[in-house]
Structure formats: structure tokens, C-alpha cells
């Protein structure tokens, strides 16, 4: 199985790690603005990007690759900050912000399983959206146990994530929101 991390940093990993810099763990040194050249297409099981795409400006483009060399039947997991998230505006390396209905817009209109539907862009990457989870962090312990309670009820319907993003998101900001997706290739596209 052929497992990528994108965007790996230092973070220890199992998964073959490719970053812009030089460091440990990192097996390719590759500028991911520029897309993924070097990868074959059909040729990748499995791609993690932990709070690596709200880094990249040409986040279409990198869609588009990342769909081009995913297998049938992989899995692209997903960790971005949530737009809610007060510390993502203190990064200045941030370039996008993150939403529940983000990768909906890769999605085709009759495979968004929420109820509320967004335009289905006419790029060709298209993903079905396996899962999506908000996480809810604090360093205050008390803190911690309250966004755990609300992290527990938010997560347990769609109806409860869509209602959060739409009416409670400021009173109680999430750290992060995780997804996992599946290309969708060939005649389904």
C-alpha cells in the first residue's frame, strides 16, 4: 500500500513524507504548489494532509493532482483548522479558510449528503465525502472537558454539524475539522 503524507513536516510518520524542506522523515523535497510531477497517475493508496492545505495557494490545482494519482478506492484524510478556530488567524502563512461544506464543492450536487447543497464546481477532481468530524481542543482542563461534551453532541448528526456552523460556531470555536474523502474516477465523474 502506497500511503502519502503531504506537507509532513517534522511530525513523525509511517507514510512517505513530501515537503518543500529537507527534514527528518521527509522522503521527497518537492514544492507541492507545483502539483505532484513526480507521482504516477492511479498510483497512490492512501494521502494524508495534516494542516498542510491551508497553506497552499493553488488549492484546486492540488485537488486536482491529488485526484489524479489517488487509486480507485483510496482515501484522502484531511485535517485543516476550522474557520471558527481563533489561533488560525494569528498564522500568517494561512491562505484559506475551512468550512463543513469546503469539499462539497468537489463533490457532485446528488452525492452531498447535507442538506444544504452548494455548487458542484466543473473541475474534474470529484470526491464523495466519506466523513467529517469537528475537534474541539483547549489547554484549560475545564475548558477541554466542556468542548469535549460539545465535540461528542456536534459530531453525533449531520443535522447537529450543520446546525454548529451555522448558529454556534463563534459562541464555542472548534480547533479543527477532519475529513476523509474518496476520488471519484471514471464514468461516475
Wanted: glycine content about 8%; proline content about 6%; some cysteine.
Amino acid at each position: 500500500m502506497i500511503s502519502i503524507n503531504l506537507g509532513s513536516g517534522r511530525k513523525p510518520h509511517a507514510d512517505i513524507g513530501i515537503d518543500r524542506f529537507a527534514l527528518p522523515g521527509v522522503a521527497i523535497v518537492a514544492d507541492l504548489e507545483r502539483g505532484l510531477g513526480f507521482l504516477r497517475d492511479d498510483s497512490v493508496d492512501r494521502v494524508v494532509c495534516e494542516h498542510f492545505l491551508e497553506h497552499i495557494g493553488q488549492f484546486e490545482g492540488l485537488m486536482a493532482e491529488i485526484h489524479r494519482v489517488c487509486k480507485p478506492g483510496a482515501t484522502v484524510e484531511i485535517a485543516v483548522p476550522h474557520f471558527s478556530n481563533p489561533h488560525y488567524y494569528s498564522d500568517y502563512t494561512h491562505r484559506r479558510f475551512f468550512g463543513l461544506y469546503t469539499f462539497d464543492y468537489f463533490t457532485p450536487r446528488p452525492l452531498q449528503p447535507l442538506k444544504r447543497k452548494v455548487p458542484d464546481y466543473y473541475g474534474g477532481a470529484r470526491f464523495r465525502v466519506l466523513r467529517r468530524e469537528y475537534g474541539f481542543a483547549s489547554r484549560v482542563k475545564i475548558r477541554r472537558w466542556f468542548k469535549g461534551l460539545v465535540q461528542r453532541y456536534v459530531n453525533s448528526s449531520r443535522g447537529r454539524q450543520e446546525f454548529y456552523e451555522e448558529s454556534l460556531c463563534w459562541m464555542v470555536p472548534c480547533h479543527e475539522i477532519r475529513f476523509v474523502l474518496a476520488p471519484i474516477k471514471g464514468e461516475a465523474a
